[in-house]
């Protein structure tokens, strides 16, 4: 065989094992990680000593388009976990037909306290665009030449208000979870502009047991005046973690003002916790995760030590 036959046929091996080894790490990505949920398990120790400890679930970013039975079939198990109070951070939809089987899929934990506010995937549906653009482009960008919304977020907002739960959209509300009062604030999204921090600004009551801030999108602004207005739990999604990480390196872009190192999971943020969640869904423009499992958290609120 001539050298050059040689070495064609090397090139062609070489070819072949990387078109393999890519088609295999997409259908890893789009089929088994995508659809690899788990739930994040913290405790906090934040609230008065003498509190009875108050179980929170944490739900983000389902993202929901017809078909995602597996996605709906997890979500449904999360009530026997029995939350005391239920949060969910945004980006529910992505779909006009996506609000019946999200509202089918919380089924009883609709029946707890709970709150919300909005993400901009629940008002404009998804566009097709390069999946690797979020490398490089801030997504907040596709939004701004978009007028009006035209997902059906008013019947989305609905039914979890009918069932009781309050929308946190630049309002604030107290009530009582699990033998807890709770004081919260929450603002609609800032990735496409409509927070409005001053409907909700000024201390949060310090007599309160739990002060809490919630929002779609971790903007540090916004971070910034939840604590210093005295919230000491902050609740937000948007990030998905990055979404496609990687091994020892982690999250690449966090798709808003955050850093990295706190695109997912819980962390300080001054005198405040933080809870980042990775979420429980991708785009449908970007089917895809790796090293970045869908997830929901419950966070274990506990009181400090006297
Ligand atoms: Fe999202």
Sequence with gaps: MSTVRRRLRGAAKAAAVTGAVGVAGIGYASVIERNWFRLRRYEIPLLPPGSPRLRLLHLADAHLTPGRRLLLDWIRGLDSYEPDLVVNTGDSLAHERAVEPFIDALGPLLDRPGVFVHGSNDLFSPQFKNPARYLWRNSHEDYDKRKSPDLPWRELSAAMTESGWLDLNNHAERFKAGGVDV???????????????????????????????????????????????????????????????????????TNCGIDRRRARGLHRYGSAWLHVSAGLGTSPTAPVRFC??????LLDLVACEG
Excluded: W
């Design 292 to 297: 970045c499992r869908p997830e929901a958290s």
């Design 183 to 253: 004081a919260a604030a929450g603002i609609h999204d800032s990735h496409i502009k409509l927070d409005r921090y001053s409907r909700v600004a000024g201390p949060a009551d310090p007599g309160a047991d739990l002060r809490l801030g919630v929002m779609h999108s971790p903007e540090p602004t916004n971070l910034d005046r939840f604590v210093a207005d005295g919230y000491q739990l902050l609740l937000a999604g948007h990030t998905h973690g990055g979404q496609l990480c990687l091994p020892f390196f982690g999250t690449l872009v």
